[in-house]
């Protein structure tokens, strides 16, 4: 391991460790552990369950992605790739969007550019659901959700950063390198291996347009949010301070979950606690060092199921098969 990845991985530790402190700074451990003496453990066993089917469903989405470029792919070699890539996460935050890939090449006839087209492609896709999601709960229910977003998420950004600014100048700089690349492909060594892997990830982000039974890669996107939701919704109601919310507030928390499973940290680990205590504060006026606990229990349920199923995954393709 190089010193950038070195860097890398010390840095998102460093994020995570502060995000924890933030989360955990106010709490009373013996009200702490009171609250996990009271959850309904049943309900949480089912929300791991609904966790584990939701891998499955995964695997069998990116199978459709991928069969237009590799027709052999198996289900059960998608089912290993997300579950290895999840495991991988723990260690390095993103590493695992690679590492899944190299399952499926190490099983097919894949190139890994094309499979990683697949993956950005995937990725891409979920984050638009979740952010269209996330909007049309914020506008339904906006004197409850609105302000959340607006005072404790956009305000900080805004004062800190110029998002359009950013935006803008990203957008230019990215067409600028994508021009040269294009330019000089048959002249510069460089460019020509880069072009080459720009078209190969290329052609794996548009496999959606050969794919057959294309319905089924929105119905698997489907099944998969209403996993989401029940496992919110199972954890949610295995709290008892949070007992009497009901499914669009399940929904919002496993939306805004998300969110802090997208802070580059290994796993989720703080950004998550950290976000879903502050939503529950600012939205539902539940102190933070309560919240906490819901958080905790819903990380560590995750990341239980997550492990489990990475190691099977990982001792299956690398030792059974």
Not at 67 to 96: C, H, M, Q, Y
Not at 131 to 154: D, Q, T
Not at 275 to 286: E, F, K, N
Request: glycine letters at 6%.
């Amino acid at each position: 391991m190089d010193i950038k990845k070195i860097l890398k991985y010390v840095i998102s530790a460093v994020i995570a460790a502060v995000l924890l402190w933030f989360s955990f700074r106010d709490v009373e451990w013996t009200q702490f552990a009171e609250g996990l003496k009271s959850c309904r453990w049943s309900l949480i066993a089912l929300s791991m369950a609904a966790g584990s089917f939701a891998f499955w469903l995964r695997g069998l989405r990116w199978r459709q992605l991928l069969l237009p470029i590799a027709p052999e792919t198996k289900r059960i070699t998608t089912f290993d790739g997300v579950n290895i890539g999840n495991i991988s996460n723990f260690v390095f935050p993103r590493i695992g969007e690679f590492v899944r890939c190299g399952v499926i090449v190490r099983r097919t006839s894949a190139t890994y550019d094309k499979v990683l087209g697949t993956v950005v492609l995937e990725r891409g896709w979920e984050l638009l659901v979740m952010l269209l999601m996330l909007a049309i709960v914020v506008v339904a229910r906006f004197e409850r959700f609105g302000s959340f977003f607006i005072e404790e998420i956009w305000e900080p950004m805004s004062q800190k950063f110029n998002m359009w600014w950013m935006v803008t100048i990203s957008a230019f700089l990215l067409a600028g390198v994508l021009y040269l690349i294009r330019r000089y492909r048959d002249t510069n060594p460089f460019c020509s291996k880069v072009w080459r892997i720009f078209r190969g990830l290329a052609q794996g982000f548009l496999s959606c347009l050969h794919m057959e039974k294309k319905w089924m890669f929105f119905a698997y996107t489907l099944m998969i949010w209403m996993c989401y939701w029940f496992m919110a919704a199972c954890s949610m109601w295995a709290t008892p301070f949070l007992s009497q919310l009901d499914v669009v507030d399940a929904l919002f928390l496993s939306l805004v979950g998300g969110l802090g499973f997208a802070v580059p940290v290994p796993g989720g680990i703080g950004a998550f606690h950290f976000v879903i205590t502050l939503a529950l504060s600012a939205v539902y006026g539940i102190p933070m060092e309560t919240g906490i606990i819901y958080a905790t229990i819903s990380h560590t349920s995750q990341a239980i199921t997550q492990i489990v199923f990475g190691a099977l995954s990982y001792t299956y393709e690398t030792v059974v098969k």
